[in-house]
């Protein structure tokens, strides 16, 4: 492993005079791992600079972004690659394409396949770089170090493995089908509601339940109103009998009206017999300000 690290400073060393590299010292290179169930993070902290850090939230891959104190590196076009390793001769750099500097503190987000390569570069002793060409020839370059990375990525798979199954951008709306003429949930019908129930119980923000009931026009417009009811009321007892309570559930039910294609055939009409489910942040209402009678201001006046 010393051989590792002394031919890397010899690479550093070798840096053209023109490029600024910003890269922390090899006996101070740390990953970090934190996260909850909704995103997980894997830092390297750069001197100098900010951090370069892979990003996995809850129903995605990882993203790759830089983080940066200032704007030393300047806006516009970088090149990304996985930089081979010195001690490794004969291997050449791998070019991921190209990625957009901006502005802000987060200077930019890779694709998801640009990250997971860069992770696979990682595992392989590679070291990713972002590489900026000024219009005078001056070049910026970003370098994180594969050091110490193999156990920490350990730690964030572990982390990654406790995530919830979607975010809430995925999560938040749904459309529960009812496949048969009837009111009853069918077993993919209680998993998506399962995944909806599990997010609101680890992110108690996500508090209201908003159930819109609709049928096909099978029949008169009364039985498909009190179809789309019923529909939209199973959805509720699946709620309730699952810790949501009814104050936090709003129920629409609209019969026929609002179908999602034509009911020209049985398939389509199939498709127009469902709940709509959209789960909201609701703010409490706030308490309204006492109020003193005209006769109370008096009596305390006299």
Request: proline share 5%; with cysteine.
């Amino acid at each position: 492993m010393r051989q590792r690290y002394l031919a890397l400073l010899s690479v550093f060393a070798s840096l053209p005079a023109m490029a600024l590299t910003f890269q922390t010292r090899l006996e101070s290179i740390e990953w970090t791992v934190e996260g909850d169930k909704f995103e997980c993070r894997l830092t390297q902290p750069i001197t100098d600079f900010g951090s370069g850090e892979f990003v996995r939230r809850a129903g995605e891959q990882a993203t790759f972004r830089l983080k940066a104190y200032n704007a030393v590196m300047g806006g516009g076009s970088a090149t990304l690659l996985a930089a081979a390793a010195p001690w490794q001769p004969g291997r050449g750099d791998i070019n991921l394409g190209s990625v957009h500097i901006g502005s802000g503190n987060v200077l930019f987000n890779t694709s998801q396949v640009q990250a997971g390569r860069l992770i696979n570069g990682l595992m392989d002793g590679r070291s990713p770089v972002i590489r900026r060409a000024s219009g005078d020839g001056r070049v910026s370059e970003v370098r994180l170090l594969p050091v110490k990375f193999n156990k920490a990525f350990n730690d964030y798979q572990s982390c990654v493995a406790k995530l919830l199954p979607k975010n809430f951008e995925q999560v938040k709306q749904a459309q529960i089908g009812f496949p048969g003429e009837g009111n009853d949930l069918d077993a993919q019908a209680k998993a998506q509601l399962q995944v909806m129930l599990e997010f609101m119980k680890a992110d108690p923000t996500v508090n209201h339940v908003e159930l819109d009931g609709h049928s096909d026009n099978s029949g008169n417009r009364l039985t498909n109103r009190d179809l789309s009811r019923r529909r939209a009321l199973a959805v509720v007892d699946f709620f309730k009998a699952n810790g949501i309570q009814e104050s936090q559930i709003t129920v629409r039910f609209h019969g026929e009206r609002y179908p999602l294609v034509p009911n020209t055939s049985s398939a389509n009409r199939a498709k127009n017999r469902r709940v709509n489910v959209h789960l909201a942040r609701v703010a409490p209402a706030e308490p309204a300000a006492p109020q003193t009678t005209a006769s109370a201001s008096t009596a305390k006046n006299s």
